[in-house]
Protein backbone atom coordinates (compact mmCIF):
# COMPACT_ATOMS: atom_id res chain seq x y z
CA UNK A 1 0.00 0.00 0.00
CA UNK A 2 1.23 3.47 -0.90
CA UNK A 3 2.01 5.36 2.06
CA UNK A 4 -0.07 8.04 3.42
CA UNK A 5 0.25 11.60 5.52
CA UNK A 6 -1.34 10.02 8.98
CA UNK A 7 -2.38 14.02 9.42
CA UNK A 8 -5.15 14.07 6.48
CA UNK A 9 -4.61 10.52 4.47
CA UNK A 10 -2.94 12.06 0.87
CA UNK A 11 -0.65 9.87 -0.36
CA UNK A 12 3.14 10.79 0.34
CA UNK A 13 6.08 10.23 -2.26
CA UNK A 14 8.40 10.54 0.50
CA UNK A 15 9.72 8.97 3.60
CA UNK A 16 8.06 11.77 5.95
CA UNK A 17 5.36 10.74 8.17
CA UNK A 18 3.26 14.07 7.31
CA UNK A 19 2.83 16.13 4.44
CA UNK A 20 3.40 19.78 3.73
CA UNK A 21 0.40 20.67 3.95
CA UNK A 22 -0.34 19.14 7.42
CA UNK A 23 2.97 20.78 8.33
CA UNK A 24 2.20 24.05 7.41
CA UNK A 25 -1.02 23.67 8.91
CA UNK A 26 -0.05 22.45 12.77
CA UNK A 27 3.08 24.10 13.15
CA UNK A 28 2.44 27.82 11.12
CA UNK A 29 -1.26 27.75 10.69
CA UNK A 30 -1.45 28.24 7.72
CA UNK A 31 -4.07 26.88 5.01
CA UNK A 32 -3.66 25.72 1.68
CA UNK A 33 -6.62 24.49 -0.26
CA UNK A 34 -6.36 20.77 -1.25
CA UNK A 35 -6.52 19.88 -4.88
CA UNK A 36 -9.62 17.19 -4.23
CA UNK A 37 -12.65 18.17 -4.69
CA UNK A 38 -16.36 16.99 -2.50
CA UNK A 39 -16.82 14.53 -5.73
CA UNK A 40 -13.80 12.56 -4.16
CA UNK A 41 -15.41 12.82 -0.67
CA UNK A 42 -18.84 11.45 -1.98
CA UNK A 43 -17.07 8.85 -3.95
CA UNK A 44 -15.13 7.85 -0.47
CA UNK A 45 -18.49 7.73 1.41
CA UNK A 46 -20.79 6.11 -1.34
CA UNK A 47 -17.95 3.10 -1.62
CA UNK A 48 -18.57 2.13 2.18
CA UNK A 49 -20.86 -1.11 2.91
CA UNK A 50 -24.05 0.03 3.84
CA UNK A 51 -23.95 -2.87 6.93
CA UNK A 52 -21.10 -1.23 8.00
CA UNK A 53 -21.40 0.91 11.69
CA UNK A 54 -21.12 4.79 10.76
CA UNK A 55 -20.93 7.20 12.94
CA UNK A 56 -22.74 10.70 11.45
CA UNK A 57 -20.94 13.70 13.39
CA UNK A 58 -22.84 16.76 13.23
CA UNK A 59 -21.88 20.23 15.23
CA UNK A 60 -25.17 21.50 17.37
CA UNK A 61 -24.40 24.92 16.04
CA UNK A 62 -24.87 24.02 11.74
CA UNK A 63 -26.65 20.93 11.63
CA UNK A 64 -26.66 18.94 8.54
CA UNK A 65 -28.30 15.77 8.36
CA UNK A 66 -27.51 14.09 4.46
CA UNK A 67 -26.23 11.16 2.40
CA UNK A 68 -27.56 8.15 4.58
CA UNK A 69 -30.38 6.74 2.32
CA UNK A 70 -27.78 3.39 2.23
CA UNK A 71 -26.77 2.94 5.54
CA UNK A 72 -28.71 0.32 7.53
CA UNK A 73 -26.02 0.68 10.79
CA UNK A 74 -25.97 4.85 11.73
CA UNK A 75 -25.32 6.03 15.43
CA UNK A 76 -26.11 9.87 15.12
CA UNK A 77 -23.60 12.04 17.15
CA UNK A 78 -24.40 15.83 17.70
CA UNK A 79 -21.24 17.62 19.27
CA UNK A 80 -19.81 20.59 20.01
CA UNK A 81 -22.75 20.77 23.42
CA UNK A 82 -19.86 22.46 24.76
CA UNK A 83 -20.79 26.04 22.77
CA UNK A 84 -24.67 25.89 23.39
CA UNK A 85 -25.58 27.35 27.22
CA UNK A 86 -25.19 24.89 29.87
CA UNK A 87 -29.28 24.98 30.73
CA UNK A 88 -29.91 23.10 27.35
CA UNK A 89 -31.04 19.42 28.13
CA UNK A 90 -29.54 16.57 26.33
CA UNK A 91 -32.52 14.54 26.45
CA UNK A 92 -35.06 17.05 24.63
CA UNK A 93 -32.09 17.53 21.45
CA UNK A 94 -32.35 13.70 21.69
CA UNK A 95 -35.81 14.25 21.43
CA UNK A 96 -35.50 16.31 18.73
CA UNK A 97 -33.95 14.32 16.62
CA UNK A 98 -35.24 11.11 18.00
CA UNK A 99 -38.92 12.88 16.45
CA UNK A 100 -37.38 13.64 12.92
CA UNK A 101 -34.88 11.08 11.95
CA UNK A 102 -36.60 8.01 13.65
CA UNK A 103 -33.71 5.25 11.72
CA UNK A 104 -31.04 6.24 13.89
CA UNK A 105 -29.54 3.45 15.97
CA UNK A 106 -28.54 5.74 18.86
CA UNK A 107 -28.08 9.40 19.20
CA UNK A 108 -25.40 11.09 21.36
CA UNK A 109 -24.86 14.14 22.54
CA UNK A 110 -20.84 14.56 22.82
CA UNK A 111 -18.33 17.71 23.43
CA UNK A 112 -14.99 16.51 22.19
CA UNK A 113 -13.16 19.34 23.38
CA UNK A 114 -14.40 18.85 27.19
CA UNK A 115 -14.56 14.98 27.12
CA UNK A 116 -18.47 14.84 27.46
CA UNK A 117 -20.45 12.21 26.84
CA UNK A 118 -17.10 9.69 24.67
CA UNK A 119 -17.27 6.71 27.36
CA UNK A 120 -21.41 6.53 26.63
CA UNK A 121 -20.39 6.91 22.45
CA UNK A 122 -17.60 4.41 22.58
CA UNK A 123 -19.86 1.64 24.36
CA UNK A 124 -22.32 2.62 21.59
CA UNK A 125 -19.60 1.97 18.99
CA UNK A 126 -19.01 -1.35 20.45
CA UNK A 127 -22.48 -2.53 21.08
CA UNK A 128 -23.22 -1.54 16.97
CA UNK A 129 -20.08 -2.47 15.16
CA UNK A 130 -20.62 -5.23 12.62
CA UNK A 131 -16.76 -5.70 11.73
CA UNK A 132 -13.88 -3.92 13.05
CA UNK A 133 -14.65 -1.08 11.13
CA UNK A 134 -15.93 2.13 12.06
CA UNK A 135 -16.78 4.61 9.51
CA UNK A 136 -16.86 8.53 10.55
CA UNK A 137 -18.73 10.78 8.30
CA UNK A 138 -20.13 14.23 8.29
CA UNK A 139 -19.96 17.93 7.00
CA UNK A 140 -16.78 19.56 6.74
CA UNK A 141 -15.44 21.08 9.97
CA UNK A 142 -18.09 18.84 12.11
CA UNK A 143 -15.74 17.77 14.40
CA UNK A 144 -15.11 14.71 13.23
CA UNK A 145 -11.20 14.01 13.47
CA UNK A 146 -11.51 15.87 16.45
CA UNK A 147 -13.79 13.50 17.88
CA UNK A 148 -11.31 10.68 16.54
CA UNK A 149 -8.03 12.46 17.91
CA UNK A 150 -10.22 12.27 21.69
CA UNK A 151 -11.51 8.14 20.76
CA UNK A 152 -7.47 7.53 20.19
CA UNK A 153 -5.86 9.23 23.12
CA UNK A 154 -9.23 7.35 25.62
CA UNK A 155 -9.01 3.98 24.22
CA UNK A 156 -5.91 3.15 22.72
CA UNK A 157 -2.16 3.43 23.70
CA UNK A 158 -1.29 5.59 20.64
CA UNK A 159 -1.27 9.24 20.76
CA UNK A 160 -3.46 10.99 18.89
CA UNK A 161 -2.02 12.75 15.21
CA UNK A 162 -5.02 13.72 12.86
CA UNK A 163 -4.75 17.14 11.74
CA UNK A 164 -7.89 18.94 12.65
CA UNK A 165 -8.55 22.94 11.94
CA UNK A 166 -11.02 25.57 11.56
CA UNK A 167 -10.50 25.68 7.96
CA UNK A 168 -12.87 23.26 5.42
CA UNK A 169 -11.13 19.92 3.79
CA UNK A 170 -8.75 19.43 6.46
CA UNK A 171 -9.03 15.80 6.10
CA UNK A 172 -8.86 14.98 2.36
CA UNK A 173 -8.99 10.88 2.08
CA UNK A 174 -9.56 8.21 4.01
CA UNK A 175 -7.19 7.32 7.60
CA UNK A 176 -7.64 4.29 9.18
CA UNK A 177 -6.93 4.00 12.96
CA UNK A 178 -6.75 0.76 14.93
CA UNK A 179 -8.36 1.56 18.33
CA UNK A 180 -8.00 -1.85 19.55
CA UNK A 181 -7.57 -5.77 17.67
CA UNK A 182 -11.30 -5.54 17.42
CA UNK A 183 -11.78 -1.86 16.17
CA UNK A 184 -10.47 0.27 13.03
CA UNK A 185 -12.40 3.85 13.06
CA UNK A 186 -11.66 5.03 9.50
CA UNK A 187 -12.00 9.29 9.25
CA UNK A 188 -13.39 10.52 6.13
CA UNK A 189 -12.99 13.96 4.23
CA UNK A 190 -16.00 16.34 5.72
CA UNK A 191 -18.93 17.06 2.67
CA UNK A 192 -18.65 20.38 1.41
CA UNK A 193 -21.53 22.47 0.90
CA UNK A 194 -21.29 25.20 -1.71
CA UNK A 195 -23.78 27.77 0.51
CA UNK A 196 -21.75 27.05 3.52
CA UNK A 197 -20.75 30.71 4.39
CA UNK A 198 -16.89 29.39 5.54
CA UNK A 199 -16.43 28.78 1.58
CA UNK A 200 -17.22 32.28 0.69
CA UNK A 201 -15.21 34.65 4.22
CA UNK A 202 -11.33 35.00 4.59
CA UNK A 203 -9.25 33.67 6.91
CA UNK A 204 -9.87 36.19 9.47
CA UNK A 205 -13.42 36.51 9.35
CA UNK A 206 -13.41 32.64 9.30
CA UNK A 207 -11.48 33.04 13.03
CA UNK A 208 -14.23 35.66 13.99
CA UNK A 209 -17.29 33.37 13.58
CA UNK A 210 -16.01 30.24 14.66
CA UNK A 211 -16.79 30.13 18.20
CA UNK A 212 -14.55 29.15 20.66
CA UNK A 213 -16.28 29.52 23.71
CA UNK A 214 -19.88 28.96 25.05
CA UNK A 215 -21.98 31.16 22.97
CA UNK A 216 -24.16 33.76 25.31
CA UNK A 217 -27.21 34.18 22.84
CA UNK A 218 -28.43 37.62 22.20
CA UNK A 219 -31.94 38.28 22.87
CA UNK A 220 -33.67 41.05 20.93
CA UNK A 221 -37.66 41.97 21.54
CA UNK A 222 -38.61 43.04 18.62
CA UNK A 223 -41.97 44.78 17.39
CA UNK A 224 -42.95 46.05 13.71
CA UNK A 225 -39.78 46.74 11.70
CA UNK A 226 -36.03 47.03 12.32
CA UNK A 227 -32.91 45.99 10.97
CA UNK A 228 -29.67 44.24 12.23
CA UNK A 229 -26.23 44.37 10.76
CA UNK A 230 -23.92 41.25 11.07
CA UNK A 231 -20.61 42.46 10.87
CA UNK A 232 -20.39 43.10 6.82
CA UNK A 233 -21.53 39.31 5.91
CA UNK A 234 -25.41 40.99 5.99
CA UNK A 235 -28.08 42.98 6.69
CA UNK A 236 -31.27 41.53 8.60
CA UNK A 237 -34.37 43.14 8.07
CA UNK A 238 -37.44 42.02 10.27
CA UNK A 239 -40.74 42.84 10.09
CA UNK A 240 -42.97 41.00 12.49
CA UNK A 241 -46.60 42.08 15.33
CA UNK A 242 -44.11 41.41 18.70
CA UNK A 243 -41.72 38.43 19.27
CA UNK A 244 -38.10 37.51 20.83
CA UNK A 245 -35.38 36.74 18.22
CA UNK A 246 -32.26 35.07 19.99
CA UNK A 247 -28.96 34.88 17.87
CA UNK A 248 -26.49 31.69 18.35
CA UNK A 249 -23.61 32.78 17.37
CA UNK A 250 -20.31 33.83 17.97
CA UNK A 251 -19.29 35.86 20.82
CA UNK A 252 -16.66 37.36 19.07
CA UNK A 253 -19.45 38.58 16.15
CA UNK A 254 -20.09 42.00 15.73
CA UNK A 255 -24.26 43.17 15.16
CA UNK A 256 -25.40 46.56 15.08
CA UNK A 257 -29.15 47.99 15.14
CA UNK A 258 -29.67 50.44 12.31
CA UNK A 259 -32.99 52.30 11.34
CA UNK A 260 -35.08 50.84 8.67
CA UNK A 261 -34.41 54.19 6.70
CA UNK A 262 -30.09 53.87 6.99
CA UNK A 263 -29.42 52.15 3.29
CA UNK A 264 -27.02 50.37 4.60
CA UNK A 265 -26.20 47.27 2.06
CA UNK A 266 -29.31 47.43 1.08
CA UNK A 267 -27.97 47.22 -2.77
CA UNK A 268 -26.67 43.63 -2.00
CA UNK A 269 -28.93 40.57 -2.97
CA UNK A 270 -32.47 40.19 -1.20
CA UNK A 271 -33.89 37.27 -0.18
CA UNK A 272 -37.29 37.72 1.56
CA UNK A 273 -38.08 34.28 3.92
CA UNK A 274 -41.48 33.71 6.14
CA UNK A 275 -40.82 32.59 9.58
CA UNK A 276 -43.55 30.58 11.49
CA UNK A 277 -44.49 30.44 14.96
CA UNK A 278 -41.76 28.79 17.12
CA UNK A 279 -39.09 28.73 13.96
CA UNK A 280 -35.52 29.21 13.73
CA UNK A 281 -34.14 31.03 11.22
CA UNK A 282 -30.38 29.41 9.99
CA UNK A 283 -27.84 30.88 7.82
CA UNK A 284 -25.38 28.42 7.06
CA UNK A 285 -22.37 27.83 9.21
CA UNK A 286 -22.53 31.25 10.63
CA UNK A 287 -25.13 31.15 13.58
CA UNK A 288 -28.91 30.00 14.07
CA UNK A 289 -32.23 32.73 15.28
CA UNK A 290 -34.73 31.74 17.40
CA UNK A 291 -37.78 33.35 16.59
CA UNK A 292 -41.23 32.65 18.67
CA UNK A 293 -44.05 34.48 16.19
CA UNK A 294 -44.06 34.98 12.62
CA UNK A 295 -42.08 37.11 11.22
CA UNK A 296 -41.21 38.37 7.47
CA UNK A 297 -37.09 38.35 7.37
CA UNK A 298 -35.49 40.40 4.26
CA UNK A 299 -31.83 39.19 3.87
CA UNK A 300 -29.84 41.49 2.12
CA UNK A 301 -25.78 40.01 1.16
CA UNK A 302 -23.82 39.28 -1.97
CA UNK A 303 -22.88 35.85 0.07
CA UNK A 304 -24.21 33.07 -1.09
CA UNK A 305 -25.00 31.45 1.94
CA UNK A 306 -27.74 28.81 2.59
CA UNK A 307 -30.87 30.44 4.39
CA UNK A 308 -33.36 27.78 6.03
CA UNK A 309 -36.14 27.60 8.79
CA UNK A 310 -36.78 24.54 11.03
CA UNK A 311 -38.90 24.14 14.14
CA UNK A 312 -36.96 25.78 17.32
CA UNK A 313 -34.46 23.41 18.48
CA UNK A 314 -33.95 25.06 21.72
N1 LIG B 1 -16.00 23.85 20.84
C1 LIG B 1 -15.75 22.71 20.20
N2 LIG B 1 -15.07 22.72 19.05
C2 LIG B 1 -14.84 21.53 18.43
C3 LIG B 1 -15.30 20.29 18.95
N3 LIG B 1 -14.94 19.30 18.08
C4 LIG B 1 -14.26 19.93 17.08
N4 LIG B 1 -14.21 21.25 17.28
C5 LIG B 1 -13.56 22.27 16.41
O1 LIG B 1 -14.17 22.22 15.12
C6 LIG B 1 -13.20 22.50 14.11
C7 LIG B 1 -13.21 21.42 13.05
O2 LIG B 1 -12.77 20.23 13.65
P1 LIG B 1 -12.21 18.98 12.81
O3 LIG B 1 -12.10 17.84 13.76
O4 LIG B 1 -11.01 19.38 12.03
O5 LIG B 1 -13.44 18.75 11.82
P2 LIG B 1 -13.61 17.63 10.67
O6 LIG B 1 -15.04 17.21 10.71
O7 LIG B 1 -12.59 16.57 10.83
O8 LIG B 1 -13.34 18.51 9.35
P3 LIG B 1 -12.83 17.98 7.89
O9 LIG B 1 -11.59 17.18 8.10
O10 LIG B 1 -12.59 19.25 7.14
O11 LIG B 1 -13.96 17.18 7.33
C8 LIG B 1 -11.85 22.63 14.83
O12 LIG B 1 -11.57 24.01 15.02
C9 LIG B 1 -12.10 21.92 16.16
O13 LIG B 1 -11.30 22.42 17.21
C10 LIG B 1 -16.02 20.31 20.20
O14 LIG B 1 -16.47 19.30 20.75
N5 LIG B 1 -16.23 21.55 20.76
MG1 LIG C 1 -11.12 15.92 9.57
Redesign the pocket.
Known amino acids: MNKRCIG?GAPLNNDEQICRRCFRLQNYGEYQEPITTNEDYLKIISNINKDELVIY?T?LLNININYLEKFNNVILVL?????LPKSVQDYKLIKYFKDRYPNFKEIEV?????N?HLDELYHKIIKHQTSKNVYVI????????????KLIKNYSDKEPQ???????????DKINIPITNHLTII?????VSPTSIINHIDHSMLKKI???KTIKPRTYQIKGKGSLIIENLLRLDYDTKETSMTIYISNSVNIIRVKPSNPKMQDQAKKTIFISDNEDLIIEDLCFIKFTKRTKINIYTDIDVGLNTRDNLI
Not at 110 to 114: Q, Y
Not at 187 to 191: F, L, S, Y
Open positions: CVSTKKDLISSIKYGYTNSGKSTLINITTSIFPSTTIDTPGITPK
